[in-house]
T-cell receptor
Framework: AQSVTQLDSHVSVSEGTPVLLRCNYSSSYSPSLFWYVQHPNKGLQLLLKYTSAATLVKGINGFEAEFKKSETSFHLTKPSAHMSDAAEYFCVVSGRTGGSYIPTFGRGTSLIVHP | KAGVTQTPRYLIKTRGQQVTLSCSPISGHRSVSWYQQTPGQGLQFLFEYFSETQRNKGNFPGRFSGRQFSNSRSEMNVSTLELGDSALYLC???????????????FGEGSRLTVL
């Protein structure tokens, strides 16, 4: 069984300040972890992924995340927010089942960026 | 390389009708999965197809079905529509089973279904 909890439904920051979106996961095995971003009326786009290599993962648009097994966390950060970062962010845990990956999505965190 | 294409993008149906949604995966991707996104339930896995076979299914009633064709294109069908079926239906493609598959999904922009 697997589950994922995004600890904040909304995060509000000012442009140029750091971003922290929190994600905790639960999995019976070594999972793959992902962060996706969804802009209004669009599909989901992959930001970054952890697949048991380096624990600090760098993604697109300056985002990065650190896998902490002891804390079962995979928080997403960015040093300086940009207006274009305003979107919905989803943390996803994915485990292999019979050769396929079945994803479980968090409920999403809406990032609001103020000028 | 073309992305995942979903058609139609928007559609309106009435209760009791049925609907068919289409998804064309990225060239070379053999696995297609479907998701329902609603404000109340979030993103939920519907089913996954690989090589024209349903490999996994989420917890949805039998009114939700799908299929995959030999060219990896997929369709999903919802029969006897209910108001609660109003949602954004997202399709995603991936490489499919194998060591090269890390679970990364490539999503289309979705089909927004409104049931009146």
């Amino acid at each position: 069984a697997q589950s994922v909890t995004q600890l904040d439904s909304h995060v509000s920051v000012s442009e140029g300040t750091p971003v922290l979106l929190r994600c905790n996961y639960s999995s019976s095995y070594s999972p793959s972890l992902f962060w996706y971003v969804q802009h209004p009326n669009k599909g989901l786009q992959l930001l970054l992924k952890y697949t048991s290599a380096a624990t600090l993962v760098k993604g697109i648009n300056g985002f990065e995340a650190e896998f902490k097994k002891s804390e079962t966390s995979f928080h997403l950060t960015k040093p300086s927010a940009h207006m274009s970062d305003a979107a919905e962010y989803f943390c996803v845990v994915s485990g292999r089942t019979g050769g396929s990956y079945i994803p479980t999505f968090g409920r999403g965190t809406s990032l609001i960026v103020h000028p | 390389k073309a992305g995942v294409t979903q058609t139609p993008r928007y559609l309106i149906k009435t209760r009791g009708q049925q609907v068919t949604l289409s998804c064309s995966p990225i060239s070379g991707h053999r696995s297609v999965s479907w998701y329902q996104q609603t404000p109340g339930q979030g993103l939920q896995f519907l089913f996954e197809y690989f090589s024209e076979t349903q490999r996994n299914k989420g917890n949805f009633p039998g009114r939700f079905s799908g299929r995959q064709f030999s060219n990896s294109r997929s369709e999903m069908n919802v029969s006897t529509l209910e108001l609660g079926d109003s949602a954004l239906y997202l399709c995603a493609s991936s490489l499919g089973p194998g060591t090269a598959n890390t679970g990364e999904l490539f999503f289309g922009e979705g089909s927004r279904l409104t049931v009146l």
